[in-house]
């Protein structure tokens, strides 16, 4: 703008706008001969040109003239505000008659990203009701360069500062943001950079000159960043140095004491001088020389305890406890040992019951003896009857001996025989806590054999008839044997067997025969319904009416043949028509009824003989199915 008042002097020298005197008189000079001969060169149209330029530099000035008062801050005002010290801003605005408003920044459409690293100072020109006539900013750090920004009201005072920025200083960018932001760049010579800022919001548009060392500020957001990628980097270390603390407390809980000090090193590597690390470290690395120490102990006392040196291996127990009072392992085996020095003692003097040290091996013997004896008593012609004793004895050194006896036996040389079977069997070495025991095991058998009998049994309706000896003794035998047995008739073989309470019995059904086959129709034929009763299961009431039926008819029969006789000598004897056909016709209606009824009975009978003799048949083919099932053949 200089440059151009200086022209307007040498074309108006009789108007002057602007004082020329700092200027030097070769250039004044120089630019006066450069103007003249533009005037008056012949080319009108370099004149026309000229005063174009000339009338657009003489509003350019006029302009700069109209905007007078304090709001109005020059481009050298916003750089040497931006490089000034606070008091000297202040004492600017002091005088240029600028009040503080506030130590916050005013929201007229400009932000940075590292605003809340600034101290803010805001001063308002003639500001009433938040309506100044113009908004300066100067934003300090004690590191960086201040940023000042200047605010204007007015848009063609804002222009005019941007076409002044425009001419004296370099353009650097211009770019429109989403949020409607328009910022043009301009740079100094020295640096400084100054933004011109045109932001919309509801309408209206907000103006700001920003002035910043822009290189100053880059380094100022890089810090930043780097600060919050150190804060960033912190946090995740400390999120990770939490969960690693965490797992290794409750792999520490968890009794996993290897695992949870991997997770307290890797802890301390994130944070290397942590007392609660240190501490966590040192507990576990102690935990585990103890359960080291304790393992130790461990191994010994069950290597000790293995090869039976009790004492030695209680000691190390009782070290292990000392160790870990807690633990019951230790404490157990403890018991165990003591348990075995009292069963030491206890071996010196006692005999064991063998049966319950060897339980299988003694019931195998128990069951070979009286196989034994049941096989001697194979024949059906043998009788005994008393009771046997064995006892068997082993000592610690594995001798075994065995002792035997009988007593209220009925034929000693049978029992002398029996007595031999037990010397076939012997104890074997027993041990408790790995050491041979004296042990000992008794036998006491009762036995009871009698000679094979057979016994004819009826069994008809449930009842149970014994045909050759009804008052035996084996009668609850017979009647276990037949129990669920169909009708018929029976031949049992009772060969009583018993041991103890073991009964041995071989007693089997040898016979069988149904109760009604077909030749009960020859008794049917005798007595009508006779067969009946014994071919047909609960069937005696009917027989008796079959019976009642046939012999009814019979006799109503004749009874009606002898009436018929009666008629009839009437008839011989009437001496009228009358009576004649009366008597005539009653002696044949009579003799008609003896016929029908003989044949009824007749009928009755021939069924009953027809109907016995075929369900007899049929009880024959019953009979065999059910000899097959009892393995009779």
Not at 146 to 173: C, D, G, H, S, W
Not at 187 to 215: A, P, Q
């Amino acid at each position: 703008m200089i440059q151009t008042l200086k022209l307007l002097n040498i074309l108006f020298p009789n108007k002057l706008l602007m004082n020329t005197n700092n200027f030097q008189p070769k250039v004044l000079s120089t630019i006066k001969r450069i103007a003249m001969n533009v005037l008056f060169s012949k080319p009108i149209r370099l004149r026309v040109v000229f005063l174009i330029f000339c009338l657009i530099c003489i509003n350019t000035t006029l302009l700069g003239q109209n905007f007078k008062g304090k709001e109005y801050l020059t481009i050298d005002d916003l750089i040497n505000i931006q490089k000034s010290s606070l008091n000297v801003v202040k004492d600017f605005f002091s005088k240029t008659g600028w009040d503080f408003y506030s130590s916050e920044p005013t929201k007229m459409g400009y932000s940075f990203e590292a605003e809340n690293n600034y101290n803010i100072i805001t001063w308002a020109c003639d500001e009433s009701y938040n309506k100044a006539r113009g908004w300066s900013t100067l934003m300090l750090h004690e590191n960086y360069e201040n940023i000042f920004i200047y605010q204007p009201v007015e848009k063609e005072y804002y222009n005019f500062l941007e076409n002044e920025a425009k001419r004296r200083f370099k353009f650097t960018e211009s770019n429109v943001s989403k949020e409607n932001k328009i910022q043009t760049s301009y740079v100094t010579k020295n640096g400084i950079s100054l933004w011109f800022t045109t932001t919309r919001d509801y309408s209206k548009n907000y103006y700001s000159i920003i002035v910043i060392n822009e290189n100053d500020y880059v380094k100022h957001i890089e810090e930043l960043e780097m600060m919050k990628y150190i804060l960033l980097l912190e946090a995740e270390n400390e999120k990770k140095f939490n969960e690693l603390i965490n797992k290794g407390n409750s792999t520490f809980n968890e009794k996993n004491y290897e695992k949870a000090l991997v997770f307290f090193y890797e802890a301390q590597e994130i944070k290397p001088f942590d007392n609660l690390v240190e501490e966590k470290i040192f507990e576990t690395e102690k935990i585990i020389i103890k359960l080291a120490q304790y393992q130790t102990e461990i191994e010994l006392g069950d290597e000790s305890f293995n090869k039976k040196e009790y004492s030695q291996a209680k000691q190390h127990y009782e070290n292990a406890t000392i160790i870990f009072p807690i633990e019951i392992y230790p404490k157990n085996q403890i018991k165990e040992i003591e348990k075995v020095f009292q069963f030491l003692e206890e071996r010196k003097i006692r005999v064991f019951d063998y049966s319950l040290i060897n339980t299988s091996h003694w019931d195998s013997i128990n069951k070979a003896i009286i196989y034994d004896i049941s096989d001697f008593f194979y024949r059906d012609d043998m009788f005994f009857k008393g009771k046997l004793f064995f006892e068997y004895y082993i000592d610690t050194l594995g001798n075994s001996s065995l002792k035997s006896n009988s007593l209220d036996v009925s034929d000693q040389k049978i029992a002398n025989n029996l007595i031999s079977f037990g010397s076939k069997y012997s104890l074997k070495q027993v041990y408790k806590n790995d050491f041979s025991l004296n042990a000992k095991g008794i036998i006491n058998l009762s036995l009871s054999f009698d000679k094979l009998t057979t016994f004819k049994v009826v069994k008809k309706d449930g009842v149970l008839i014994i045909k050759n000896d009804p008052n035996t003794i084996y009668s609850p035998e017979i009647n276990k044997l037949l129990n669920n047995r169909n009708n018929g008739k029976y031949k049992v073989q009772i060969h009583y067997k018993k041991i103890n309470e073991i009964d041995l019995s071989n007693n089997k059904i040898t016979g069988y025969r149904i109760l009604g086959g077909p030749s009960n129709a020859f008794l049917s034929l005798l007595v009508p319904g006779l067969g009946n009763k014994f071919v047909f299961e609960n069937n005696e009431r009917k027989g008796i009416n079959i019976a009642l039926q046939t012999y009814g008819c019979i006799g109503i029969g004749i009874l009606s043949k002898y009436l018929s006789m009666v008629e009839y000598e009437k008839y011989m004897k009437a001496s009228t028509q009358s009576e004649m056909d009366k008597y005539y016709e009653n002696a044949n209606y009579l003799n008609y009824a003896f016929y029908g009824l003989l044949g009824v009975s007749a009928i009755i009978w021939i069924d009953d003989i027809y109907k016995v003799a075929l369900q007899g048949f049929k009880n024959k083919e019953k009979e065999k199915l059910y000899r097959k099932e009892l393995n009779l053949f």
